[in-house]
């Protein structure tokens, strides 16, 4: 079946870490995959988009890697700060072609001053 | 990029009545989706919402129970029919004018 997993349990890191975030998928081949952030009670905000024929994105302290034969994509963010506590969400077209995105369930990054 | 704004931000509605959400979205956009989010869950595709065609629903979604209009470019409509207590959630529109997908702010339903 297909699947999108990211960890569903909390990361609690310090600030001025690198968060790294884990989205692993299955039986999917997408074109691309995309993080969003989500604070609590508001809509997804976009951040970042990785193409299936790039390995590596980055948006100032944001970096995005996209492994097509592990089926994973990593997500980081250096230097983090308390603002960046939030859930992100990894997200990819499920059908190529269609362009419907799938959502993972997301993991909540907690960063303690 | 597109910004999205949803009308009602939330509300509160009786069992068996229908609420209908606004959509309006900034630029004109071909594709816009209608998604459900439940408490601590992730994002639901509903539909898929293009204008000039009905719009495309996803498995365990039906039309009647959630019609969809797009009239134009930049907005588009969901309403939640017969409501009852299980359709409690959180409804986003959104828009995809390239391959970056953007959301409303989303929709805060609960039904007593």
């Known amino acids: 079946s297909q699947k999108i997993e990211q960890n569903s349990e909390a990361l609690n890191i310090q600030e001025g870490k690198t968060a790294t975030l884990t989205c692993n998928y299955t039986?999917?081949?997408?074109?691309?995959l995309q993080w969003y952030r989500q604070d609590p009670g508001r809509g997804p905000v976009f951040l970042l988009l990785?193409?299936?024929?790039?390995k590596e994105k980055r948006k100032e302290r944001l970096k995005v890697t996209f492994d097509t034969t592990l089926k994973q994509s990593l997500f980081h963010i250096t230097a983090s700060q308390p603002a960046d506590s939030a859930t992100y969400l990894c997200a990819l077209d499920g059908t190529t072609g269609f362009q419907k995105l799938v959502f993972g369930t997301g993991t909540r990054l907690l960063v303690s001053p | 990029s597109a910004v999205i704004s949803q009308k009602p931000s939330r509300d509160i509605c009786q069992r068996g009545t229908s609420l209908t959400i606004q959509c309006q979205v900034d630029?004109?956009?071909?594709?816009m989706f209608w998604y459900r989010q439940q408490p601590g869950q992730s994002l639901t595709l509903i539909a898929t919402?293009?204008?000039?065609?009905?719009?495309?629903?996803e498995s365990g979604f039906v039309i009647d129970k959630f019609p969809i209009s797009r009239p134009n470019l930049t907005f588009s409509t969901l309403t939640v029919s017969n409501m009852s207590p299980e359709d409690s959630s959180i409804y986003l529109c959104?828009?995809?004018?390239?391959?970056?997908?953007?959301f409303g702010p989303g929709t805060r339903l609960t039904v007593l």
């Open positions: 990785i193409r299936e024929n790039e």
């Open positions: 919402a293009n204008q000039g065609s009905e719009a495309t629903y």
């Open positions: 039986n999917y081949s997408p074109a691309y």
């Open positions: 959104s828009a995809k004018p390239y391959n970056e997908q953007f």
């Open positions: 630029s004109q956009v071909t594709m």
